[in-house]
């Protein structure tokens, strides 16, 4: 006879997988997703009013943890099957630790340290087991149950650090690194071993697609902030320069990743053998630092917006230098996870952005030449289509 737990986690709930490569994404993985609107623009505000070394490596853990909430739920949602029941109630429920999250941003560090721990933690946790559960007797829920491990061990470190504030950021850190370092040792357990990547049965279309809606959500971010600035400011001829070179930023970020490489990706994973193993690095890892940049662009898109014509502080430079460089080292892992070669174009902006950098604070210019600068280094980047090239060839 089944128990209340079986009835709770059965195993019909699972997707249909079938022999193609692709799974569709529900209303419900969207309905999810909105909560992630709300969190980037946090976590972009976040930045903005942090602008020092310390309020860069809080915001970088705060997202690290946001990200890495995201990128599991959305793994999961790959077995899982969202349109049914059970898979609704823990999406919902998902949902509700992830917004508590998202409100606990902007004090992470300080009072709401402990709804934003204990969020990530129940998050973790109950996506862990409950999938281990409903897969069991099965490999994935032996992998699962494994995952579920590594998620009491880190978790036990995000509790400490919303418990003990002056080690709060050392512990998160810790906890960040267990997280991210967990898959790549197979989730290795004593008396269990490692969990074989191949094991990790997934459909990675339907992952791709889901980190390219959570990136078109980033470059949202962008938006409105470019629009939400002009909307309260007077409209001038610098107001007007300065937000077409944000919305030029913008469109060369969506180009890179769309035009250069969006069709690769697709391509890889129809053919891909080991769908885990490039999703790991690709999706997981490659995208969350495209994402991340993003952020750190909007970020940038909004001083240079609001102050075009004042001379921009040192942390803004390197906000704004930051930005592309790190959306662009995650362009690049996707590239090299795809197996195509890494267009030498990319590699100007490395060099162009600190030199632009150091221009702009030596002659105490405004953010209008700072945004010009970023503009002239980047938009000629996504012009030359590598693909093209490599075609021409």
């Given at each position: 006879m089944p128990t209340l737990l079986d009835r709770l986690a059965p195993t019909d709930s699972l997707r249909e997988r079938g022999s193609g490569p692709h799974l569709k994404v529900t209303t419900i993985e969207l309905f999810f997703d909105l909560v992630y609107v709300f969190t980037i623009i946090q976590l972009s505000h976040y930045l903005l009013e942090?602008?020092?070394?310390?309020?860069?490596?809080?915001?970088?853990?705060?997202?690290?943890?946001?990200?890495?909430?995201?990128?599991?739920?959305?793994?999961?949602?790959?077995?899982?099957?969202p349109d049914k029941a059970p898979g609704r109630i823990l999406m919902l429920v998902l949902m509700a630790c992830a917004l508590m999250m998202a409100v606990s941003i902007h004090y992470a560090f300080g009072y709401r340290a402990w709804p934003f721990g204990v969020a990530y933690v129940a998050m973790a946790l109950i996506r862990a087991f409950?999938?281990?559960?409903?897969?069991?007797?099965?490999?994935m829920g032996q992998n699962y149950w494994q995952l579920g491990v590594w998620s009491c061990l880190s978790g036990t470190l995000w509790i400490a650090g919303a418990l003990i504030e002056p080690l709060r950021l050392p512990l998160w850190i810790v906890a960040v690194l267990i997280d991210y370092a967990a898959p790549y040792i197979g989730f290795y357990v004593p008396g269990h071993g490692?969990?074989?990547?191949?094991?990790?049965?997934?459909?990675?279309?339907?992952?791709?697609?889901?980190?390219?809606?959570?990136?078109?959500?980033?470059?949202?971010e962008s938006i409105l902030l470019l629009g939400g600035t002009m909307v309260g400011a007077t409209l001038t001829a610098p107001l007007f320069l300065t937000a077409a070179i944000g919305f030029a930023l913008i469109v060369s970020m969506w180009w890179l990743y769309f035009v250069h490489s969006a069709e690769a990706g697709e391509a890889a994973f129809h053919s891909a053998e080991e769908q885990t193993k490039l999703a790991r690095a690709g999706l997981a890892y490659a995208h969350g630092i495209m994402v991340c940049g993003a952020i750190v662009v909007a970020v940038a898109i909004e001083v240079i917006v609001a102050h075009p014509t004042d001379a921009v502080y040192l942390s803004s430079i390197l906000i704004a230098c930051a930005g592309p460089l790190i959306f662009l080292v995650g362009n690049m892992m996707f590239r090299r996870t795809l197996g195509h070669r890494i267009p030498i174009s990319y590699f100007a902006p490395f060099v162009a952005m600190p030199v632009i950098g150091w221009a702009v604070h030596a002659a105490h210019a405004p953010g209008l030449v700072l945004g010009l600068g970023m503009v002239a280094v980047m938009l000629p980047v996504a012009a030359v289509n590598p693909n093209r090239a490599a075609d021409a060839s």
């Amino acid at each position: 006879m089944p128990t209340l737990l079986d009835r709770l986690a059965p195993t019909d709930s699972l997707r249909e997988r079938g022999s193609g490569p692709h799974l569709k994404v529900t209303t419900i993985e969207l309905f999810f997703d909105l909560v992630y609107v709300f969190t980037i623009i946090q976590l972009s505000h976040y930045l903005l009013e942090h602008q020092t070394w310390r309020g860069a490596l809080e915001a970088a853990t705060l997202f690290a943890g946001v990200w890495w909430a995201w990128n599991y739920t959305t793994w999961s949602a790959n077995w899982i099957d969202p349109d049914k029941a059970p898979g609704r109630i823990l999406m919902l429920v998902l949902m509700a630790c992830a917004l508590m999250m998202a409100v606990s941003i902007h004090y992470a560090f300080g009072y709401r340290a402990w709804p934003f721990g204990v969020a990530y933690v129940a998050m973790a946790l109950i996506r862990a087991f409950y999938m281990a559960r409903v897969m069991r007797d099965t490999q994935m829920g032996q992998n699962y149950w494994q995952l579920g491990v590594w998620s009491c061990l880190s978790g036990t470190l995000w509790i400490a650090g919303a418990l003990i504030e002056p080690l709060r950021l050392p512990l998160w850190i810790v906890a960040v690194l267990i997280d991210y370092a967990a898959p790549y040792i197979g989730f290795y357990v004593p008396g269990h071993g490692r969990t074989p990547m191949e094991t990790w049965t997934l459909k990675g279309m339907h992952l791709l697609e889901r980190n390219q809606l959570i990136f078109i959500i980033a470059l949202g971010e962008s938006i409105l902030l470019l629009g939400g600035t002009m909307v309260g400011a007077t409209l001038t001829a610098p107001l007007f320069l300065t937000a077409a070179i944000g919305f030029a930023l913008i469109v060369s970020m969506w180009w890179l990743y769309f035009v250069h490489s969006a069709e690769a990706g697709e391509a890889a994973f129809h053919s891909a053998e080991e769908q885990t193993k490039l999703a790991r690095a690709g999706l997981a890892y490659a995208h969350g630092i495209m994402v991340c940049g993003a952020i750190v662009v909007a970020v940038a898109i909004e001083v240079i917006v609001a102050h075009p014509t004042d001379a921009v502080y040192l942390s803004s430079i390197l906000i704004a230098c930051a930005g592309p460089l790190i959306f662009l080292v995650g362009n690049m892992m996707f590239r090299r996870t795809l197996g195509h070669r890494i267009p030498i174009s990319y590699f100007a902006p490395f060099v162009a952005m600190p030199v632009i950098g150091w221009a702009v604070h030596a002659a105490h210019a405004p953010g209008l030449v700072l945004g010009l600068g970023m503009v002239a280094v980047m938009l000629p980047v996504a012009a030359v289509n590598p693909n093209r090239a490599a075609d021409a060839s």
